[in-house]
DNA sequence: CACCATAATGAGACTGAGACTCATTCTCAC
DNA sequence: GTGAGAATGAGTCTCAGTCTCATTATGGTG
């Protein structure tokens, strides 16, 4: 779950860069604040309209977009069709996810060993490793210990 | 490139699989066999179509999945919009791809750390990993030599 | 407070990938 | 050759995401 202080960072953050204060952008870091798990954007939309307060689905991009940009959602893109989005945490360290084929849920996990691994990529192919993403796809510690 | 060893291999499963021999399906194996980097089910479709060989855009997916699902051919998801498909050579060794930020090209590469790294993270986190996808961003050699 | 430039919103049309449908056509074992 | 089942094609449909543009909100300035 992103904490009050994800609101508070993205608010300083969209506020430094000299953005306008706006409810609909608003109304959507909230619904991402709130959650533990990434969201998808018709889910913010359903959840928004569910709490009698329906937001343009244009406009909930485009807060997604802006808040990508600024670093403070990640988009996780889990096989194709839809993208997700989850809250950055500030000094947030980066992960992955792991999608469970039984229940689907998305955990998020991260390794030192996994990126160091990637790291040292860049010199053995000869290229410059910007980003990278990483998608396990398996059964959750949950479905694990229930099968 | 493919190899025709992968086109006999192709149609060595199909048929084991007692699946029918069909034309369509044929030209969708040709044009991926033809070909080096990875392409979307579009790129098949003008393609066959270039050829004088109109083919309906359900089939080319149907074929794909076909081929999907008997481990012939690999899906490889580069961001969200479009799935890529690519020929698997029989004894053909897990690999993953580096996305060009600056050419879009698709480069495949292959890293025993790396699946290393992933194959440890099962015991770490508690859960069962079935498969896994690696996704980098960043210049290729080609136009890392280049800058 | 009033004004204005600019930023943001909303409604709906549009796009493009991919799935679905169903009547027709092809394959292949007999 | 024939018939059952597989495959095809043309088109429709869905769904995520984008675009447009007229309207509305925001915040700085006088």
Redesign the pocket.
């Known amino acids: 779950m992103a904490s009050s202080r994800w609101i508070e960072h993205v608010y300083e953050t ?1 506020a430094a860069a000299g ?10 870091i909230e619904v991402l604040s709130g959650q533990d798990c990434a969201l ?3 889910e913010i939309e359903h959840r928004l309209r569910a709490a009698g ?14 808040l990508v940009e600024h670093g403070l959602v990640e988009r996780v893109i889990v096989g ?4 997700r989005f989850e809250p950055l945490e500030p000094g947030g360290h980066h992960h992955h996810h792991l999608v469970c084929v039984q229940c689907g849920r998305l955990v998020a996990f991260d390794d030192p060993g996994l990126e160091r691994a990637i790291d040292d990529l860049s010199d053995r192919l000869g290229v410059t490793v910007d980003s990278h993403e990483v998608l396990l796809h398996g059964a959750c510690d949950r479905c694990e210990a229930t099968a």
Request: cysteine-free.
């Open positions: 969209l953005l306008n204060r706006s409810s609909a952008r608003d109304r959507v998808s954007a018709a307060r329906p937001t343009a689905r244009a406009t909930i991009y485009r807060a997604l977009d802006l194709e069709g839809q993208a």
